[in-house]
């Protein structure tokens, strides 16, 4: 299976029948353009009938750190954070610096609020673009299919999670861009149809590819393999490589090494991602990379049993049959390599390309994801465009041998065939985006191991007062993982509320016993205590927990209503302040302090945190009674 232009480089051009080339100039309504734009306007509506289960969907895991609870989209403030300050979005859970995909957030949040139909609409955007981008790039190097490759990478099931699940903008985002670099790069080198601008001012290109590509890192910095995909173009594209071509890459590395150790050493510090749960010896690793290759690809070929999150797999290097991945990994490259003369360059460059894009990165660091998951659906997004030329490139050519009065009737109607299977299975399984619950309840029934999956329903479920699911749930999760101490603090929880807080706090203590640096769980000893009427006891628990984590606004402010049970107004004041500082939309804090302040006769201050509260969430509980104090006062009773 040969993947490659219609002939090799150094080949006469193909038929003008097979290379679609742009109308003279002058001709101010190109039959070409018409076409184009009416095959770009039916992928997008096939795209929104795709995606319309998941476009009625709310937000789900995650969204809340990075959309619904992130004070940095807020205001003008927030934004400035975003860009000069990588610990802004860390202290709201995200623990990732992509300020081009947290301003593409807080554009849509000053536009439309906290709609969820609105960062669906965006993402979903985003990634037709990058099916139109995808679909061009090709054409301009002249590879067959490139339309069908294109409607392959828009329609696949695989994808819906980077394109039902608000969080993942950051991955249609940076694609799009990382496309548009890519051509603007192939523009600069003459590749494919620019071969003959040899009078053009190439380098205006060249600059343009280094800022795509550092806007696209600036969204998500998984697109930091480009200058590796790039090189394999170029080998695949030309007779040789230069030393001009190696250089020109130069630049694109550098930013890729910049930003990706910024990431990593935000996932590790910041993040999480450190500890005995991630640290996995390089020969296991190894064995992820090899295995994970071959998931991915047995995916996109049979997309069938899609999950959010898939069983993380049980590494053990001892065991001989497991270094059957690598090994055929290995193989399937080397096999490409060698047969490069015989069915041409671009076998080798799609599964290297593919490769490098979905299995290389754990060779280098372990992400948090991974506690749960070696593999997930959204890291195989840009993998698999190599694979879809990969799939057209053949089809395309097999249609070529038949007569020229078949060709394009045929041609159309097996392209559209399967881009309605695709689509329909993407309809599918964009039902399980729909709601949060609808999510882990299927993600369940896939994977029914799943503990991470069993501790987030139960979470959910605990929020809507169903405490015997929850316990259910919650004891499920122990079950499958009783080394996971998450699940400890949801059972602890739904226990509490079940009004067993003994039990409870037996549970946040197996929690601290597994981590003794466990903030959540001491804050959580320290809610139970204090609710249970021993203030004296639940002190030094919030003082361990903002030990453990300084910047803990939720345990600056239950220290502060400790401290106003207590009668130690100077104390809360401080507290408070402390919280709001860390996190500026902390409504309920301005509401608490607003009542603290009006105790202490500072009546202006306390209205004006009666009106941060109200601005941040109207429809909060104390609203009514900050309303009536605004009115009270505001009419000088």
Not at 76 to 81: K, N, Y
Not at 90 to 108: D, K, V
Not at 277 to 296: K, T
Not at 478 to 491: G, S, T, W
Request: hydrophobic letters at 50%.
């Amino acid at each position: 299976m040969s993947l490659s232009p219609h002939g090799p480089p150094d080949s006469p051009l193909p038929p003008a029948a097979a290379v679609e080339t742009p109308a003279p100039a002058d001709n101010p309504s190109p039959l070409w353009l018409r076409r184009d734009l009416l095959i770009a306007f039916a992928l997008l509506a096939g795209l929104i009938l795709t995606y319309l289960p998941a476009l009625t969907g709310g937000f789900l895991w995650d969204d809340d750190a990075y959309i619904s609870d992130n004070h940095t989209l807020l205001t003008a403030a927030g934004l400035r954070a975003i860009w000069v300050d990588p610990s802004a979005t860390s202290n709201t859970h995200t623990h990732q610096y992509y300020p081009l995909t947290f301003t593409a957030f807080w554009t849509i949040h000053h536009l439309f609020g906290l709609t969820p139909l609105a960062y669906h609409v965006v993402t979903l955007l985003l990634h037709a673009t990058a099916a139109i981008l995808f679909w061009k790039f090709l054409q301009s190097l002249r590879l067959p299919g490139a339309l069908l490759a294109a409607a392959l990478f828009a329609f696949h099931p695989l994808n819906v999670m980077s394109v039902a699940w608000m969080t993942e903008l950051k991955n249609t985002l940076s694609c799009s861009l990382a496309l548009a670099a890519a051509w603007a790069y192939i523009r600069y080198a003459g590749l494919g149809i620019f071969e003959d601008e040899t009078n053009a001012p190439r380098w205006r290109w060249y600059a343009l590819s280094l800022l795509l590509f550092l806007l696209a890192m600036l969204a998500k910095t998984a697109i930091s393999f480009l200058p590796i995909s790039l090189l394999l173009i170029l080998w695949w594209q030309k007779p040789r490589l230069t030393r001009c071509d190696l250089l020109t890459l130069l630049p694109m590395v550098a930013i890729s090494l910049g930003m990706g150790a910024l990431t990593i050493h935000i996932e590790r510090h910041a993040g999480g991602a450190s500890g005995p749960a991630y640290a996995i010896p390089f020969v296991d690793r190894l064995l992820v990379s090899g295995r994970s290759f071959w998931f991915y690809l047995w995916k996109l070929l049979c997309p069938a049993r899609l999950t959010f999150i898939y069983p993380r797999w049980n590494v053990n290097a001892a065991q001989w049959t497991q270094w059957l991945y690598p090994i055929a990994t290995a193989a399937a490259l080397a096999a490409a390599w060698f047969a490069r003369r015989r069915v041409g360059k671009g076998l080798f460059a799609a599964l290297a390309h593919f490769y490098v894009s979905t299995s290389l990165l754990v060779l280098f660091v372990v992400l948090y994801m991974m506690r749960y998951s070696f593999v997930a659906g959204h890291w195989a997004y840009f993998g698999s465009l190599s694979i879809a030329a990969l799939v057209a490139a053949p089809l395309a050519r097999e249609f070529e041998k038949i007569s020229l009065a078949q060709k394009s009737q045929i041609q159309w109607s097996a392209g559209l065939a399967l881009t309605v299977l695709l689509a329909t299975l993407s309809h599918a399984e964009s039902r399980s985006y729909t709601s949060i619950e609808t999510l882990w309840r299927d993600n369940i029934a896939v994977n029914p191991d799943s503990f991470m999956a069993h501790n987030n329903l139960a979470r959910i479920l605990l929020r809507q007062d169903r405490v015997d699911d929850a316990l259910f749930e919650s004891r499920e999760a122990v079950r499958i993982n009783p080394a996971d101490e998450h699940a400890y603090i949801n059972l602890g929880n739904a226990l509490r509320r079940e009004g067993r807080v003994d039990e409870g706090i037996a549970q946040y203590r197996k929690a601290l016993d597994l981590d003794p640096n466990y903030a959540d769980a001491h804050l959580d000893i320290g809610n139970a205590l204090l609710a249970q009427g021993h203030a004296d006891a639940a002190l030094p628990e919030y003082v361990e927990a903002l030990r453990i984590n300084p910047n803990y606004a939720q345990a600056h402010f239950n220290l502060a209503l400790l401290f106003s049970a207590q009668s130690r107004p100077d104390n809360a004041l401080t507290e408070y302040h402390e919280a709001l500082r860390i996190d500026p939309a902390f409504a309920e804090a301005h509401a608490n302090l607003g009542f603290l302040l009006l105790q202490l006769g500072r009546t202006d201050e306390a209205l004006a945190e009666f009106r941060e509260a109200l601005r941040l969430a109207p429809d909060a509980p104390l609203a009514p009674q900050m309303r009536q104090q605004i009115q009270s006062y505001g009419s000088g009773q």
